[in-house]
């Protein structure tokens, strides 16, 4: 047997070395790689179970029963309502709207004969109060309290034994049976830790709000994530009312599905049809535009590409700006419209938006990114109500995209005329069952879609 030696892990993810690093070799973060004396090997002696292990056909499901939050947009996310003993973790970036909208599903929660328990370590009770008032989450069934430390939160669950939890935030509690400051990784996973083994103990859901970092992850030790059962991100531009309840991780339902938001004077509005949020009414078809249908989850949004090209003062690095979209792929779009359609961009300053404030991430975008950018280019416009769907390769072909039943009926819906498709989608269009007045057209590749739009250069 090897010879115990001191070894460094890592504060942020476990990563553990025989020698100390500046920088973590799994999640690269810097100056969080500490030493830890190496622990000798122990036998561990067996006990009995308090608990002994049954057939799982005979393990009880009545305490395991969903319960709804009634907010019809939080349950489509996760997956039909709430499991009693889930631990959930809601994170966001600062000012998104997390407290104003768990303090609803708590009021929602009691009013629907649940016992809620919010527990706040960033605000005041009266604070909270406050804004309770304003957006109407006031009920006796709510119960309110400011701490900071673990033991009394536990105590206040003992004493309320609530059905729902919510704690605002994890990053502000902190105990002292661990080192650390509060919002450290240790004192992070310690929390979480206890929280989760009293609402697993007691069937009690449990909501934590997290923080994120600068990049956009979620602040805390990537264990936090394991620990707890669903992983919910909110999202949404502080200069858009609109927002997104996005499930990111969910062992109780579909990890892939989103609910969307709006914030008011009076709180948190649920957006059953958010369908027009993402796209402008235009009384007159605009070059520089088109529409195409993303899929978030298994719901179908409309999303608007608008561009611009102008001629660019410094030819030799002409600018490439993107908003809502990925700007590696519309970099690698306009580079297809050059050497695939002949469209002169190298000289021309590019811009790529989309409308709302929408971030797409779908490569279905492509294709109505692509005949943006050629309308914007030749100032030219398709007179009928239009809508692109397809991913653009590199050879300049169009390859199919999944979902594109529910993304045609959702088109014909909103009373799209013509609908430009990848060749080989037909099997599938056939399965809507009505299309109403929109027309689908199949293309080969991205030089037939702009010829047949009348989009290519010299027509």
């Given at each position: 047997m090897a010879k115990n030696q001191d070894t460094y892990h890592c504060s942020e993810c476990g990563w553990t070395s025989v020698r100390w690093v500046g920088r973590c070799g799994e999640c690269q973060a810097w100056g969080t790689v500490v030493e830890r004396g190496a622990a000798k090997l122990r036998e561990v002696a067996s006990s009995v179970p308090v608990d002994r292990a049954v057939p799982i056909s005979q393990v009880p499901t009545d305490t395991a029963t969903r319960k709804l939050t009634t907010i019809a947009e939080l349950d489509r996310v996760l997956g039909d309502g709430i499991v009693p003993g889930a631990v959930m973790l809601l994170a966001g970036e600062p000012g998104v709207g997390k407290s104003t909208l768990l303090l609803d599903v708590a009021a929602k929660w009691a009013r629907s004969g649940g016992t809620t328990l919010y527990i706040s370590g960033e605000e005041s009770a009266s604070q909270v109060r406050l804004r309770a008032e304003r957006t109407g989450a006031v009920d006796d069934a709510l119960y309110l309290a400011s701490e900071t430390d673990l033991g009394?939160?536990?105590g206040h669950i003992e004493e309320v034994r609530p059905s729902l939890l919510i704690l605002d935030s994890v990053q502000t509690i902190s105990t002292a049976q661990t080192d650390g400051a509060p919002g450290g990784p240790s004192q992070v996973r310690e929390i979480t830790s206890a929280i989760a083994r009293v609402a697993k103990r007691q069937a009690m859901a449990a909501i934590l709000v997290g923080h994120v970092t600068k990049d956009g992850g979620i602040a805390g030790p990537r264990t936090l994530e394991h620990l707890v059962d669903v992983v919910l991100t909110f999202e949404g531009d502080r200069h858009s009312g609109f927002r997104m309840v996005r499930a990111t991780k969910n062992r109780y339902g579909p990890a892939d599905e989103v609910g969307c938001f709006e914030m008011s004077e009076k709180g948190i509005v649920e957006v059953p049809d958010p369908s027009g949020l993402f796209t402008t009414a235009h009384d007159e078809p605009v070059p520089g535009t088109c529409v195409t249908v993303t899929l978030e989850g298994r719901r179908p949004l409309l999303a608007e590409i608008q561009a611009l090209v102008a001629p660019s003062p410094n030819q030799s690095s002409p600018r490439r700006t993107t908003?809502?979209?990925?700007?590696?792929?519309?970099?690698?779009?306009?580079?297809?419209?050059?050497?695939?359609?002949?469209?002169?961009?190298s000289a021309n300053d590019v811009y790529v938006s989309t409308v709302g404030g929408a971030r797409v991430t779908d490569p279905s975008v492509d294709l109505a990114a692509a005949v943006a950018v050629a309308s914007a280019m030749l100032d030219r416009h398709y007179p009928k109500r239009l809508l692109a769907l397809g991913e653009v390769g590199l050879a300049g072909d169009l390859r199919r995209v999944p979902g594109v039943e529910r993304r045609l009926a959702e088109a014909a819906r909103l009373g799209f005329e013509l609908a430009v498709v990848p060749k080989g989608s037909r099997d599938v269009t056939i399965k809507v069952p009505r299309?109403?007045?929109l027309r689908v057209v199949e293309v080969e590749s991205l030089a037939d879609a702009l010829g047949m739009l009348d989009l290519r250069r010299g027509n």
């Open positions: 009394t939160v536990l908003h809502g979209l990925d700007g590696s792929r519309i970099a690698m779009v306009l580079a297809v419209l050059e050497r695939k359609a002949r469209l002169p961009l299309l109403g007045g």
